[in-house]
């Protein structure tokens, strides 16, 4: 089965992601792709398939879109309402759609990010070996209505429907945090300080970082403006010119002049693109031999994400209680995901 | 620029070698920029590249650095921070020579006027004429000492002592992709149109990053560049496209 998705309406930032492009730091581009790495591995275990095949980033609202062919589909992420003629999508699950019926996702109601994941994946062309839209860079281009996106053929196209549990990565927590080559810029006070703080994401914020909020004194470091630009990667949690700190998502820049006081583990770095404005985030350290044991390799995590799946039984109460957990939490808009300001000067 | 990089430090020994998150390694040959210390930094990737270590999946170097990404759960720290220390005990990375397969750049560019419309300013800071100023900086040849901000994007350096002005404080509205601009002894060319502190001093039709193009990254760490004078006629031509994808500039490996 292959065939296309006809997008009829579009939220302001639909994009086609995957894993994105690693090896072009030298040349200043970021690896960019999914801002949520384990919706991409949910997404795959739901559908049996590969998890670099390519899916449709949502951030803060959906769209309206359409099948040209019967297509398995499979909704990962922030949850959203969704639904598919009028009748409720099961978030978290695979799911398949008949030929010219009409999916609608709309708002996310925790989260920022929900993935719109098609069996066979979407085979839109790539660039330098990549289907992902990197947006600050400007390589690929935004989704918008009218548009036919490319499936690839599905092989497991006769595969049950299958769920997993709803994760909950949308509220925020302690974030474990590694030493990196700039922490020791910053002093032991400064530090403890940093840990004890409760900090609230703002509404700053895109695919290249978040801006954190807090009570308190700026976090500074001795020639906090004066230290040499220096290579950045995602998770860094880098201190501004201002004494106020962003953690860097896939699109970061590739050097920065502002010091890094350290890195966010790459297993919680879902919760960080993950939280909504008004998210409270606290941060501790860890030692990298603390990390290497707990963060899970992909392999793992699909190994982890087969073990929790079950048969999607389509029974409207069981779909009922799927969706139930909407009703908890705050509702986001979306828009603020659009700021999109320099951060680095 | 130091001469001796480490004296700026006392307390810490160069090279120096720290994590990156999870799965990064970074050797700092120096925390000031030096032209010995980016020579070290360019040299010491260029190794890597050589030895091709199994588990290393990336390498990039910024102004004075080397960044190793690898598979921690295929190479230790361990085992790669031993290597990485036995290979920068194995020479002096400060004296050696620059890697091969570099190339010069020749880029047309338009200076002063509307084309720089802070080249005055910046002539005063480093406290010359004009016209001193557009034959000193089309005169150097200067080397990209590293990619980075957007994609593509050279600093280039250095220039000569008179040009250690500094950034505005504030930020200057927009720059023009193909722009030039100085501060510190180094000049950007910019890939996009962006805020920045750098003072704009002259324009090219140069554009260091074409996402829809084959090879979409023109400069690499290492090559080096030299922006001679062209006159406005010329440089009309290299608007209106008539001299080729690359802005009119040409360019020759470097034997």
Known sequence: MSGSLIVHQAGPTLSVQDFGRPGYMAFGLSQGGAA???????????LGQNPEFAVLEMAGVGGTFQASQDVRIALTGAPMAASVDDQPLAWNASQTIRAGQRISIGAAMKGNYGYLHVGGGFATPQQLGSRSHHIVAGIGSPIKPGMNLPIGADANFDQPDQRLPIPDRFSGGTLHVLPSAQTHRFSKAEIARFEATEFVRTPRGNRQGVQLGFEGAAFATEQQLSILSEIMVAGDIQMTGDGIPFVLLPECQTTGGYPRIGTVVPDDLPLVAQAAPGTRLRFRFVTIETALETNRSPAQVQTDLKRAMQPLIRDPREIRDLLSYQLIGGVTAGAELETSDDQNG | MNANPSKSDPGREFPRLANIGLSGILVTFSDVLSEPANRAALAFRARLGTESWAGVEETTTSLTSVYVRFDPSHLSH??????LTALIESEDWFASSLPQKRRLWRIPTAYGGSFGPQLVEAAALAQMSTSQAISQISSSRLRVLTIGF??????????PDAWDIPRQSGLSAQIPA?????????????????P???????????????PESETPFALRPGDEVMFPQVSEEVFASILAGERGENGGADWEDIK
């Open chain 2, 78 to 83: 361990a085992t790669l921070g031993k290597a």
């Open chain 1, 36 to 46: 949520d790495r384990l919706a991409l591995a949910e997404g795959a275990a739901l």
């Open chain 2, 196 to 210: 920045t502190g750098w003072r704009h001093i002259a324009q090219t039709g140069f554009r260091g990053f074409r």
């Open chain 2, 150 to 159: 957007a994609p593509g994007q050279p600093y280039l350096g250095t220039l």
């Open chain 2, 178 to 194: 193909c722009a030039l601009a100085v501060a510190i002894r180094q000049l950007v060319l910019f890939t996009a149109q962006t």
